[in-house]
């Protein structure tokens, strides 16, 4: 029988309490205690980048990472994006409009990787796009679509 262990994690600006297990993996406190639905597991291991989180404003894995790991970072989800409820965030904005997604499986990682990209660099070269989403699979095969919404976000001026 595993031990629960009292934790609080900060899940996008807000702090929280939760008795777990520490050595449950953060995705999975974050879809079943959290409702966040946006991390999605894919691969469980590390390696399809479907459970991407932004900890501490670096893309990072969580379908195996304990939970315990991320206690005192912040963590940021897709759902930590929407901030107004008319209004769509300048990237989520650049990815519908240039019809990114098919399926949506690799939506939340390749969101993710973009968002730290472009808060680390503004103005990213083709190059440092396709670097920083390539790490995330995407089996639709929809990366061109991807790649070029990041640079239409890039160059809408927007802050990220």
């Known amino acids: 029988m595993a031990v ?16 777990v297990d520490e050595e449950e993996p953060l995705l999975y ?14 691969c469980g291991l590390h390696q399809c980048g479907a459970c991407m ?3 501490d404003g670096k893309a990072s894995y969580t379908c195996i990472q304990p ?16 901030k107004s409820e008319d209004k769509l965030h300048p990237l989520q904005k650049a990815f519908y409009e240039q019809q ?6 690799c939506l939340n990682g390749m969101m993710m ?10 103005n990213p070269s083709e190059l440092e796009i396709r670097n920083s989403l390539h790490k995330i699979i995407c089996r639709c095969g929809t990366h061109t679509r991807f790649i070029q919404a990041v640079k239409n976000a890039a160059q809408s001026n927007s802050k990220f």
């Open 53 to 55: 989180v932004l900890v």
């Open 29 to 42: 406190v974050l879809r079943e205690d959290f409702g966040l639905n946006g991390p999605k597991f894919g």
């Open 100 to 105: 990114a997604a098919q399926c949506g499986y």
């Open 4 to 19: 629960k262990t009292q934790l609080e994690l900060e899940v996008n600006g807000k702090k929280q309490q939760i008795e």
């Open 113 to 122: 990787a973009a968002l730290e990209l472009l808060r680390a660099n503004p």
């Open 67 to 82: 939970c315990s790991a991320f206690e005192g970072k912040k963590i940021e989800t897709i759902e930590g994006l929407h």
